[in-house]
């Protein structure tokens, strides 16, 4: 059978998606549900005082239901902060405080209109800057959420002692996922326990979210994925709250429960991109040789703490980017604010630490006036070097590769030395960014979750694998049935995939961290292995063929399944204590090249050609990777051109699509996108994570094209068209 993986294998789920036939949530219907809905507080801090409702209003068939209904009142994610529904404290403007479920809509929408809050306002904190000054304590004792700080050699106090020392500060907003399918799920209970389906990428962390809160034990939670229309990092932990409302709901009615969020409901009280502010001071040589850095990298947590710590924690790692530094201090801290709760994002924190830190390399070869790209070349880690953590890089390091495949490819170098090109009233100009992201959970995080996948032969000669990874639209189902069958020589179409469910398939960790296909992935292709290598002596001890062999063992249960768990590679060492080691076993590597115009009358932006040139270790499937490739860097040119969250008071101005602008096809530049191998040997064929790469490097890019078109230096995302007007007020724009 030849070999599936490295080759184009159609999407397996596409042919029902693009039918019409595949089935989300909104799709399911269970006989007498009712449909369920949330009230929430308008204000962005206060005391609860009561739920009234109007007593004029009929509310025979509705089901209500408040904190007094909720067993254990806190969501079980990194902490127990977060209450499922407000009690005595509202702590930001979107706090679910009630549900309700009907089985008319329209009647559930009028009930909505006659609950009444009553509560007393109370001074918010909305900004980072009053969340350290503390001028109102909503996180005793200091409004901050966690703290970490990372050394290497002499510190961060290295810097002044440096020939050339260069200071910035760079900021970032909140981001918005825009999934295309808002969250949304199905609940029910029965002599079994608790059921949910919904729009999620992590049944397991909603399995323990609804064991913790109703006090269930395992086999008493059944969660499944439904099919999902994307998630972005925003289905990992929010799912779990909309899952114990939709069950608080099932249970007080009886009935099953379905709580689908509208568009305008998904952005106000959904989790978001952390909001940053990043301040950099380096030391260098005068040839460009980088010497000392120290970092303070500040996030915005919102209201509570979801996975901020986490975030926080790859934000800090990222800090010093794809360099070499002898002297490293960074230290990070998340601070606590009146704002929904910001967590889980492409990226995830890194995203706002590469914008910071390769703006910060644009700005020290503008003080030495060298080539930005010639500062970054002289300075790349390489094998052998050590990362900001003291991580010495043994293998799979692509990085030159990508930088001199994307220099090639784009004609930087020669359309950087001519200069801006002005045709009229728009400017032209190339910009870079040079950056990396480690696969995986950080440090000791994969030891402690201990993925598990099962493979499982059927008859017939086909298998089947189950994980409780989730196709979110990234393609999980077909690279797995890809790995599976080469490992298996079997084809693709012989190998099933499991819906994943709590009930039936083992916790083989959260899908996120682009830790999908070089984690799971490479467990997925030991338990295939080992299943072929069963099938071969079974073939050879009973001197029956390879197909007889194969349905002996299928219909034998104690050999039908291979099941494997994830052991992290020896020699990976780190230290939670000191934050220093072997942050990641493997990172991904890329060069993005960015071309924009830039109208000088209304200052609009738009991306002509980007290039992207992406070390992945090994391409299991050319045309999905460059897809993740591709639509993670819209994603990313999006959040530096036009994804701005206005708020006031706490509250969101823009939560709709038509305010809160995300780029479309006809927004996408032409991308040429280049796969670099440099094989990871623990990886599936030798692959690596790809799928949050590419968020982390499309800003700064930008940001430096922007600036050789214009001449100006924006320091903070988006580049709205007003923000370079304002630019080019207080310098010279072309």
């Known amino acids: 059978m030849a070999p599936s993986v490295g080759k184009s294998v159609p999407r ?52 209500v239901v408040t904190a007094d209904d909720v067993p254990v009142n806190a969501v079980p994610i990194i902490e127990t902060d977060q209450p499922v529904l407000a009690k005595d404290e ?34 918010p904190v909305l900004t980072i800057d009053d969340a350290l000054a503390a001028r109102e304590v909503i996180r005793p004792p200091d409004n901050v959420f966690k703290r970490y700080l990372m050394t290497k050699g002499r510190g961060g106090a290295a810097v002044d002692g440096c020939e050339v020392v260069v200071r910035g500060v760079y900021e970032s907003g909140a981001q918005e996922h825009v999934y295309i399918e808002p969250n949304g799920m199905i609940a029910f209970w029965d002599d079994d326990g608790a059921h949910v389906e919904g729009s999620l990428q992590c049944p397991y962390y909603v399995q323990k979210g609804v064991k913790g809160v109703f006090g269930l034990p395992d086999d008493g939670v059944d969660v499944t994925q439904a099919v999902t229309g994307g998630g972005f990092g925003g289905k990992e932990e929010y799912p779990t709250l909309l899952a114990l409302h939709a069950l608080l709901l099932a249970k007080k009615s009886g009935r099953p429960v379905k709580l689908i969020y509208g568009r305008q409901e998904d952005v106000e009280a959904s989790t978001k991109r952390h909001p940053s502010r990043v301040e950099i001071a380096s030391g260098c040589d005068r040839d460009g040789t980088l010497r000392s850095v120290s970092i303070r990298v500040l996030f915005d947590g919102g209201a509570y703490v979801t996975l901020t710590p986490v975030v926080l924690s790859r934000g800090a790692l990222h800090a010093c980017g794809a360099y070499r530094w002898e002297d490293v201090t ?24 590469v914008w910071a830190i390769e703006r910060h390399m644009d700005r020290v070869a503008r003080t030495l006036g060298i080539d930005p790209m010639e500062l970054r070349r002289k300075n790349l880690l390489r094998l052998g070097d050590t990362t900001a953590t003291g991580q010495t890089l043994k293998e799979s390091v692509g990085v030159q590769e990508c930088v ?18 002005v045709t009229g009233r728009v400017a032209r100009g190339i910009g870079a960014s040079v950056f990396l992201h480690g696969a995986g959970f950080t440090g000791s995080g994969e030891k402690y979750l201990k993925g598990r996948v099962a493979v499982d032969l059927l008859p017939g000669s086909r298998a089947r694998v189950r994980t409780a990874s989730t196709d979110i639209g990234q393609g999980t189902e077909t690279v797995f049935r890809q790995i599976a069958a080469d490992a298996l020589g079997v ?24 830790r999908t296909v070089m984690v799971v992935g490479s467990i997925v292709e030991k338990a295939a292995s080992a299943l072929r290598v069963r099938v071969g002596e079974e073939a050879t001890v009973s001197g029956v063929s390879r197909e007889a062999a194969w349905d002996r063992l299928a219909a034998d249960p104690g050999r039908a399944t291979a099941l494997v768990q994830y052991e992290p590679p020896p020699g990976v060492v780190w230290d939670d204590a000191t934050y220093s080691g072997d942050a990641y076993p493997a990172y991904g590597w890329a060069c993005d090249v960015a071309e924009v115009e830039v109208d000088l009358d209304t200052f609009e932006t738009k ?24 639509g993670g860097t819209l994603q990313a040119i999006g959040w530096a051109l036009t994804e701005k969250l206005v708020t006031r008071d706490g509250k969101i101005l823009n939560p709709r699509m038509t305010n809160y602008i995300v780029p479309t096809s006809l927004d996408a530049p032409p991308f040429t996108t280049i796969l670099v191998e440099a094989p990871y040997s623990r990886g599936p064929g030798g692959a690596k994570g790809v799928g949050e790469l590419p968020m982390d490097g499309g800003a700064p890019a930008v940001a430096a094209a922007i600036e050789h078109a214009t001449g100006l230096v924006l320091d903070r995302v988006p580049l709205l068209p007003e923000d370079l007007f304002e630019a080019s007020l207080k310098g010279d724009a072309r």
Request: proline share 8%; with cysteine.
């Open 491 to 514: 084809a693709v179409d012989a190998v099933d995939f499991a819906v994943p469910s709590t009930r039936h398939v083992p916790d083989s960790g959260p899908t996120v961290a682009s």
């Open 404 to 421: 001199e495949k994307a220099m090639a490819a784009s004609g930087f170098t020669q359309k950087r030395a001519r200069g801006p090109v």
């Open 607 to 630: 991306v002509t050609g980007f290039w992207a040139a992406v070390d992945v270790g090994r391409v299991v499937n050319p045309i999905l990777c460059a897809g993740q490739v591709e």
């Open 330 to 353: 960074v230290e990070a801290i998340a601070v606590a604010t009146n704002t929904p709760p910001n967590g889980a994002f492409r990226g995830f924190g890194a995203p706002q630490t």
């Open 90 to 123: 509202i702590r930001h403007a979107y706090e679910p405080v009630a549900l309700l479920a009907c089985e008319d809509r329209l009647r559930l929408e009028k009930a909505l209109r006659h609950v009444t809050l009553r509560v007393e306002p109370l001074p």
């Open 12 to 63: 397996v789920d596409g042919p029902a998606k693009v039918a019409g036939s595949a089935r989300y949530v909104d799709d399911l219907v269970l006989p007498g549900m009712l449909h369920g809905a949330t009230v929430r507080s308008d204000v962005a801090r206060g005391r609860l005082l009561g739920v009234d409702l109007d007593p004029a209003f009929d509310w025979s068939g509705i089901t």
